[in-house]
């Protein structure tokens, strides 16, 4: 059963975005609710150990935080929205339900990180870059004992000093675009990126201290082993990512991490039907969206980092606040750090981008879709030979994007593979997160339940 | 590039099934659609081929010849282009149709005697039988109906394999291209369909749009009457096999013959070839407004953990919606249009157009032909009073 409560905001997402977002609200005096997956605050980029007792982050008093507790519907009602959460560990068949009626909503959902196939990329080994960091982080797991990192981005150097930090050896770090000088020589991009320069200082001398190779214009483009990774295939890239023929060195690792920039988290957006463009939600100056009383912040906007997630943060929950009538003085400071953190974030995009070649390193029996088992003949047979040209038919005759990740690791490469000119196509996700079969039928705060949700059978 | 003599708009199940039939009786087909193929109402169905839901009349005839027509034209597919182009997961399964209430357990046997009489197997079994077909069923129940005629298909693939086939025959199939409008010659004889591309001369154009069929029929000149009427579905994840027939609670058949505006339900609980459970399904009159609403999931998901109690705890991975199309009187618009030469209709199936796809397209080839139709088509007749009147109206 569900219980129904109300919170003049809710802010969904406890990571710099949403954290900043819900503290400038609390200021105001204005009742928030902070809403999020995790049992600590601080998402993904402060992610800290689960395994100790000690919360790293003081939120104001009197905000509401619904720890372990996953939003998995938007639905708008009179005045605002309702948003549909569920709490308790993903696995446990306890989780209770609530139903949030709140007058503004601020979405601060994130991203995840994007891992390109290539053949092999499916053996037990192969990590995304943000899973080896989030074990190394919140579980002090070390993927493996050799590790190569590979990808693209600034991203791949805290996750190759956690990996340090947790006893593995890094062997090299692999960036398939130029060397990272190229947005640090941009002058607005280098201002911006000011407080960037010492935290890179210091990755920088991690790599040093441990004789981490740092190689650019390189990337894994296949992985080998029998049950598990055992060694990988690494390449000289040319401009556009494809490799360069007789460049190929065989590496010895027992696992690898892989990062190619972020994918934001847009299926609540998408379900509140905030107004999307190139993949992001479109926001004013304010964070708002093109839906009255639904904020957003972070990396759901454009990929920028935590400082500017921050920024947005701040300014969305101000202008939440200010939504449900509190009085709030104008986040200038705010406003002029997302101006100078957006130069920044354009100029590491530009730096960093995910470039065609890739789709040069799958083979015909590359998996595209690990869920369903769906490789790249499959999937190019669905375009070819069966008129799959939208994202709908696509899925439903390739099978790709089905399976329980329902695209979320795959939907950006299924689209790139397929033609389809819309980061977003695979975004779509009424239901946000699966929920069990009796979580469902309870979950209409409106409705007597037949059967409780906790019913044994 | 030469003329198609046909263009058909739309290229969902309908739209292809209408495009194979024509093309299989030697002309040359064009298919159209503003987006991509078998992408609107087709990809948001549960590939029902059913003859369970109906009651005796037009329908259900249209819906026995099409049960009968569909394993021959998969064959027949399977054929000219290969087994694995031609796939669409059809599964002869049959169909289980339990009253849970004494309120319903009458009704349902009357309804299945009335079937019987009009040639469909409704085999009346005991709940003891029931549950040998269904282990997993409740027990609670006060009748069944056992129908080993419905069947299943994955509509995408259906779709999809009898486009390939209007290609291999030398049609096209243009995706991303809308259909604006007709023109006539001088003399009123029909000319071209136009498109935002572009006219395309023809002879004649078959309107498939399915719920957005009555714009097109406006935008033609001759308007129709079509609504949509919103359903959805809930998929659960993968399951080893636990559901085996279509399984459905009998008020299904009241919610399909009504025209009642707010939320029906009525549980319909089926796997598919790839072990998740599709789970149906709502009724709405909305108009086309895709707003996802929970109470309407947790209604579905209540009726269906009544029906089948060891699902509780499976996860629900997705939920999809789509729009039906429905004329007010609930019969499919099959035929000719009288008041604009070489206008054509095959829309109007509602939630049954997977299941009545081929004899519809079967049927648009005989009357074309002017060849004596396997079905009685005249029920189907564009120029019916709910059909026309009520757009005028």
Known sequence: MSRTVVSSIVVIGAGPAGLAATRAAADTGADVTLIDAAPKLGGQYHRQDARTGDERFALPAGVQHLRESVVWAIEPIDGGHRAHVRTGPADSPDRTGTSIDAAALVLATGAYDRALPFPGWDLPGVFTAGAAQALAKGQGVAVGSRVLVAGTGPFLLPVASSLVGVGAEVVAILEANAAVRGWLSNPFGALAGAGKAGELAAYAATLVRHRIPYRARRAVIEAHGADRVEAVTTARLDADWSPLPGSEKTMEVDAVAVGFGFTPQLELAVSARCELRDGFVVVDAAQATSVPGVFAAGELTGIGGATLSAAEGAVAGAAAARHVGAEVRPPLQAMRRIRSGRRFAAALGEAYPVRPGWRTWLRDDTLVCRCEEVDYAALRGARNDRDATGSRSLKLVSRAGLGLCQGRVCGANVAELSGIDDPAAFAGRPMAVPLRLCELAGADPEATPEIEPGVKV | ?393
């Not at chain 2, 290969?82 to 009357?110: F, H, I, N, Q, Y």
């Not at chain 2, 197997?121 to 009748?143: F, N, S, W």
Request: aromatic fraction near 4%.
């Open chain 2, 1 to 393: 590039m030469v003329s198609p003599d046909i263009v058909v708009i739309g290229a969902g199940v309908i739209g292809a099934a209408c495009a194979e039939a024509l093309s299989a009786a030697g002309a040359r087909v064009t298919v159209l659609d503003r987006g991509a193929p078998a992408s609107g109402t087709t990809a948001a169905g549960e590939g029902n081929v059913l003859v369970s839901d109906k009651a005796p009349g037009p329908e259900l005839e249209l819906a026995q010849a099409s049960r009968k027509l569909w394993p021959e034209l998969l064959a027949a597919l399977a054929e000219e282009l290969g087994p694995e182009l031609a796939d669409a997961e059809w599964e002869p399964k049959g169909g289980l149709v339990v009253a849970t209430g004494d309120e319903s357990a009458a009704p349902l046997r009357d309804f299945a005697g009335a079937q019987r009489a009009a040639g469909v197997r409704a085999d009346p079994v005991t709940a003891a039988e029931a549950g040998a077909l269904e282990p997993h069923l409740t027990k609670a129940i006060t009748a069944a109906v056992h129908y080993p005629e419905d069947a299943q298909l994955q509509p995408v693939l259906a779709a999809t394999a009898l486009l390939a086939a209007v290609r291999a025959r030398g049609g096209e199939v243009r995706s991303g291209v809308r259909a604006i409008g007709i023109e006539a010659d001088a003399g009123g004889a029909f000319k071209a369909v136009l498109t935002d591309r572009g006219a395309i001369a023809c002879a004649a154009v078959v309107n498939a749009c399915g719920p957005w069929a009555g714009a097109f029929a406006a935008d033609a000149g001759a308007p129709i009457a079509v609504l949509p009427r919103r359903g959805m579905v809930l998929v659960t994840a993968p399951l080893p096999y636990t559901v085996r027939h279509k399984v459905y609670d009998a008020d299904y058949v009241g919610a399909v013959a009504s025209g009642d505006a707010d939320l029906q339900t009525s549980t319909v609980v089926e796997s598919t070839g790839t072990g998740t459970i599709l789970i149906g399904s709502s009724r709405q009159r909305v108009g086309f407004e895709e707003r996802f609403e929970v109470r309407v999931l947790a209604e579905l998901a209540r009726k269906a953990q009544r029906l089948f109690p060891i699902l509780a705890r499976v996860p629900v991975m997705r939920a999809y919606g789509g729009f039906r199309p429905y004329a007010p009187d609930h019969l499919p618009i099959i035929g000719a249009d009288p008041r604009v030469p070489g206008l054509w209709h095959a829309t109007g199936h509602e939630g049954a157009g997977i299941g009545l796809a081929a004899a519809t397209g079967r049927m648009i080839a005989d009357l074309y032909a002017e060849k004596e139709t396997a079905v009685d088509a005249s029920p189907f007749r564009v120029d019916r009073p709910a059909v026309i009147e009520e757009v005028a109206a």
